[in-house]
């Protein structure tokens, strides 16, 4: 599997190291729901068979944490784009 | 000489009735366990099997057949132990030959700190009333002597053992429960996948197929990795993500070894089969996947593995390789309860360890659904302890299921 990266260009997956889901968007501590929406956040996943939003970390190159949309069935990567402040897990 | 005119059909392949008392979604080890165990242990006879492809045929047909009960944690210990007293008596209860072979299994040891863990999981598997013994290294030599002992980085100093476990038949396990369920009056569905659910008044009251509606005072779920699949279409999150597990099969050899043996510092595990060839495994391939098939590094990390475990392999040519789905929980433990909808069960996060608990899984699943309380034994596996706290990770790697 080859991952576009967008500081190094096409690179085998196996510089990189997979996070996860990057759906989750942390949820603010001081909110009156935070206990339910941590659990949420934390432990559930919607787990597509299809089209899956994940971080993966470039370690063995740039060093940059990528956005990752993959097919689960097929592993044909549509999307990458590098991660912005705004993304922040 | 007869070729095979004289068999006959182990089970009925039955068609789908317009309603029974459970559906149990999933002809695999687990599904057909419970229905069996439905109809023998609490007379629930009106039961049906629903499988979208061919019985045994996901993670029943794709797993390294151990089996083995050297859990530590208390959640896990018993009941991987009642499964594996379940093992212990199935050929004979089911009369059928599954193949069991109880040649032990050992986890090497390579560094004090793992001596001590092991030694630790050891105590807490003979307190559950499981058996183990802590090896020394001559005493492993004299059991597996084509080891390398002598890694520089590695080097082998026990190991732990479970002498009770061993290895089983895998399609024998389907098989044998299939037959025994279908003689009880279980129906067995292939080729009936289930789209959706049917509801009335919150309640869940059967499925709709690809082989029309049927409808069950109480549907049960034992889909492994694709649990999610389903649960979406009630709108329920799961503490799931599915990876996809491989295992590998060598060449046949001579019988050389007993029993199945593990690596405490790379990711390998390996027994012989009784037509001799090695099956082995290793690591998840490490990211979200429903391919039920695997990827090269995986292939090369458990290979590099193996042959730094045992040097041999390098000589020997790979026969065969397959993939399995795995519900990876987010604890690494199991999930059995009744719920979150009433007449709606659920069976899943079997991670990469559901064979050896088909047994107790059906039982307690059974249990389960009959008396709509949970099994004494399954009562941790409950689907709201990543709520409130109450998780079992035996190895303590939190909410990154890839890791488990």
Redesign the interface.
Known sequence: ?LIHCPYCGPR???EFT?R??ANGVRPDPSAEDAQQAF??Y????????GD?L?WWYHGAGCRQWLKVS?N????AIAAVHAARAEDKP | MTSNRLLQPAWRDASPKASYDVIIVGGGGHGLATAYYLAKEHGIRNVAVLERGWIGGGNAGRNTTIIRSNYLLPGNEPFYEWSMRLWEGLEQELNFNMMVSQNGIINLIHSDAQRDAYARRGNAMILNGADARLLDRAEVRERLPFLNYDDARFPIKGGLMQPRAGTARHDGVVWGYARAASALGVDIIQNCEVLDFLHADGRITGVKTTRGDILAKKTGLAVAGSTTRLTSKLGLKMPIESFVLQAFISEGLKPFMRGAFTFGAGHFYCSQTDKGELVFGGDLDGYNSYAQRGNLPVMEDVLEGGVALVPFLSRLRLLRQWAGVCDMTMDGSPIICAGPFPGFYLNAGWNYGGFKATPASGWCFAHTIARDEPHPLSKAYRLDRFRTGHLIDEKGVGAQPNLH
Not at chain 1, 42 to 49: E, F, H, I, Q
Not at chain 1, 72 to 75: D, E, M, R, V
Request: charged share 25%.
């Open positions: 599997m085998d997956s196996q997979y996860g889901d659990y949420d934390v432990y559930l996943r919607n787990n597509p068979a899956h994940e993959r689960t069935l097929t592993h």
